[in-house]
């Protein structure tokens, strides 16, 4: 069947469109055409998403972008068979623009509509493979159990996955979502939305230049011993002249908390986290007001929220991955493109010696698109999860849809 998908919960307007086979045992992806229209640079200006507005560009877009995948796919859009469209979790105007698209391709063309929650999709994100038209899902019985980390600018959940289709949140952030959290933290710093990205980079800077320190030391004196740095030999001081020892720098104690990290249950947060950069930024101010043009300043407090989110949810995921002796491990969301996310993962995994496998979408699938949809809108369409008529009340959007 031909397949087309409508996702606009966010800031990204994107369709696709595939042609799916069942065969033995196994559904083969055919891609036709995949577009997906960022507004990244219109919201930029206001810090973040603004509702409103990406309701606009998603009703201009939608058209748009249609005519590019039809294009490019070479088939008519009376040859599609059914549309699946994102009806939740998300921004509800921005939701109700595809539906209402969705609606309207239903009544010229009469084909079913499927309704199709947006963390399934990202669940389902993994799957296609990186330049590749086709790809194949499997719903092995043999992969479960999985587990989920979803990380995205609006969620912080862990899917338990004990049988294909059936899901169960085990956590969930009580609070700010890591992804709001890493914006909120880039605005911070005077750094542009999407803050994830940007900190990520700083991050990874101070980073590199802590090892490059290390091995500089360790060559000028030729003993392993300096591989340890001289004390406070990798922070930065920032009131210059005086010998290390004597400064009295804040720099030097940043210790961002680990909220929640030994929690007994799988939840998280990152409030706290969010409000001690701020108090950190706020003490070295009234030090320094022009402390932020210091590009080496925003690289540490950049690392030192980086190690303290990501470090919460590698925690928690390990403790879950060891308590339901999970076989698969799915990262998906935005935050998912996070190196040192996907680093201290892997890392993590080998010293715990779990035979888990874990799996990251590819990098242009780790934010929102319209593939990931279509996945999840088939398996919904086999189950018969799907409405005939746009006059069906279940076309609705919904904000707060959970898994
Ligand atoms: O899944 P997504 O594209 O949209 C939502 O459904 O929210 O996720 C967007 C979020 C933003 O908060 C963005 O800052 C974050 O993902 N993000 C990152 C990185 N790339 C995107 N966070 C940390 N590191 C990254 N490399
Ligand atoms: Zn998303």
């Known amino acids: 069947m031909n397949l087309l998908a409508i996702e606009t919960s966010c800031d990204e307007t994107a369709i696709a469109l595939v042609s799916v086979k069942d065969k033995k045992g196994a559904t083969s992806f055919n891609i036709l055409g995949s577009e997906v229209s960022s507004q990244i640079e219109l919201h930029r200006e206001y810090g973040g998403v603004f509702p409103n507005l990406a309701k606009r560009e998603h009703i201009k877009n939608l058209p ?26 998300g921004l509800e105007p921005a939701l109700w623009t595809g539906i209402t698209f969705a609606k309207e391709l239903n009544k010229e063309y009469n084909i079913p509509i499927i309704p199709v929650n947006h963390m399934e999709g990202h669940i389902f994100s993994i799957f296609p493979k990186e330049n590749k038209n086709t790809f194949t899902v499997k719903k092995d ?50 750094l542009p939305y999407p803050g994830g990205p940007e900190i990520s980079k700083l991050a990874g800077i101070k980073r590199e230049n802590t090892t490059k320190n290390k091995l500089l ?51 998280f947060s990152f409030s706290g986290l969010k409000t001690a950069v701020l108090y950190l930024i706020r003490d070295l101010k009234t030090k320094d007001p022009n402390i932020l043009d210091k590009e080496e300043v925003k690289q540490e407090i950049a690392k030192e929220f980086e190690d303290a989110a990501i470090e919460v949810l590698v925690h928690k995921t390990i403790k879950a991955i060891k308590q339901y002796e999970v076989k698969n491990l799915i990262v998906g969301g935005g935050v998912s493109a996070n190196k040192h996310l996907q680093d201290e993962m892997k890392k993590n995994i080998k010293q715990n010696k779990l035979k888990v496998k874990i799996h990251f979408p590819n990098r242009e699938l780790t934010g929102d698109n319209a593939l990931m949809i279509t996945i999840a809108g088939y398996f919904q369409y086999k189950n018969n999860k799907f409405v005939k008529s746009h006059k069906s009340l279940k076309l609705k959007a919904r904000g707060n849809l959970s898994l």
């Open 64 to 89: 748009i972008v249609l005519e590019k995948v039809i294009k490019k796919s070479k088939i008519k859009k009376s040859e599609i068979d059914a549309i699946a469209v994102t009806t939740g979790p």
């Open 217 to 267: 030391n360790f060559s000028r004196s030729g003993t392993s011993s300096s591989l340890v740095p001289a004390r406070n030999a990798d922070r930065i001081t920032t009131t210059g002249g005086r010998e290390p020892e004597e400064l009295v720098d804040p720099l030097k104690q940043i210790l961002f908390p680990r909220p929640m990290i030994h929690s007994k249950d799988y939840d």
């Open 141 to 190: 019985k043999k992969m479960l159990p999985i587990l989920s980390l979803l990380v995205s600018g609006g969620h912080t959940e862990l899917i338990l996955i004990k049988d294909w289709n059936k899901y169960k949140k085990i956590g969930q952030t009580r609070d700010d979502a890591v992804g709001e959290a890493f914006d909120k933290v880039a605005r911070m710093l005077g």
